[in-house]
């Protein structure tokens, strides 16, 4: 079986994505309210952030989500294959749209996020 290794940026130590402990923060930036989604490097403790949540990306989260539930139930009730190709490029337009939109607020205010959200 393959692993997925992340290789950390600041002191190069390896470890498995199975291993991740995902973190949560509440911070305001510009007036929107941001549920940020991080990780911390278990050696060294570097900060790695998965996501900003604000509304309207969770919304667009809850959508792909959605779809994909979608997608999985039909698959397994064995629907015709013309309708899951349907649904799974429902789902992929929708993960482009909520990537697209993360990428886009973690440019805008992925260096704004304050240190002290982080402990």
């Known amino acids: 079986m393959e692993q997925n290794l992340i290789y950390c940026d600041e002191c190069n130590a390896k470890f498995d994505?199975?291993?991740i402990?995902?973190?949560?923060?509440?911070t305001v930036i510009?007036?929107?309210q941001f549920k940020v989604v991080y990780y911390n490097c278990p050696t060294c403790g570097k900060v790695y952030v998965v996501c900003m949540l604000d509304y309207w990306g969770n919304k667009l989260q809850e959508?792909?989500?959605?779809?994909?539930?979608?997608?999985?139930?039909?698959y397994n009730e064995g629907i015709s294959p013309i309708i899951l190709q349907q649904k799974h490029a429902k789902v992929e337009a929708?993960?482009?749209?909520?990537?697209a939109y993360q990428n886009e607020l973690l440019h805008k205010y992925g260096d704004l996020?304050?240190?002290e959200i982080f402990i």
Do not use: H
């Not at 402990?21 to 509440?26: D, G, M, R």
């Not at 959508?63 to 039909?74: F, G, H, M, T």
């Open 113 to 115: 996020l304050p240190e």
């Open 94 to 99: 929708l993960k482009e749209q909520a990537m």
């Open 21 to 26: 402990e995902f973190k949560t923060a509440q």
């Open 17 to 19: 994505t199975s291993g």
């Open 30 to 32: 510009d007036n929107k």
């Open 63 to 74: 959508k792909y989500i959605s779809a994909l539930d979608n997608y999985r139930k039909a």
